[in-house]
C-alpha cells in the first residue's frame, strides 16, 4: 500500500485498520463499527481498505475516554460534531455553552463511578478481613 510518509511536508499519513486499532488498543471488528456508525470518516485506497489518519485515531481515543463514562453513541456524534465546529470556529458560544455542557456531565459521571470504586473497595477490605 502506498501511503505518504511521515516526514513530507503537506502530507498526511494513512493508516490500515489494524495499525489503527493497535494504537488505540480497540479490536478491527470495534473500530468498523464506530465507522458504520459514522463516528469516523474514512478514506479508501484503490483495494477498498479503509484508511485513517492522525485525526481519526484521536477522535478514536475520546470514543474510548467518553465510553466508560457510559455517553451514548448519539452523545458521541454530538461531542466529535462541537469539537469540529469550535476547531473550526474557536469561540462560538453556542459551541462552548454544549462542551461546558459534556464537561459537567463527565464530571458528574466520573464522581459516580469514583463512589461506586470506594464503595467496592469498602465492600473488599470487609471481605478480607473474614479471612
Do not use: C
Amino acid at each position: 500500500m502506498d501511503t505518504p510518509a511521515a516526514s513530507e511536508p503537506g502530507t498526511t499519513r494513512l493508516m490500515q485498520i489494524g495499525e489503527v486499532a493497535e494504537r488505540v488498543q480497540l479490536s478491527h471488528r470495534t473500530v468498523r463499527h464506530y465507522d458504520d456508525e459514522g463516528l469516523l470518516t474514512p478514506t479508501r485506497s484503490a483495494g477498498n481498505f479503509r484508511l485513517y489518519t492522525e485525526a481519526d485515531v484521536q477522535r478514536l481515543l475520546l470514543i474510548r475516554q467518553m465510553k466508560p463514562l457510559g455517553f451514548s453513541l448519539d452523545d458521541m456524534r454530538h461531542l466529535i460534531a462541537v469539537l469540529d465546529e469550535l476547531t473550526a470556529t474557536p469561540g462560538d458560544e453556542q459551541r462552548v455553552r454544549e462542551l461546558r455542557t459534556f464537561v459537567a456531565t463527565a464530571q458528574e459521571r466520573r464522581d459516580r463511578l469514583a463512589q461506586q470504586v470506594r464503595t467496592a473497595d469498602a465492600w473488599l477490605e470487609d471481605l478480607r478481613s473474614r479471612l
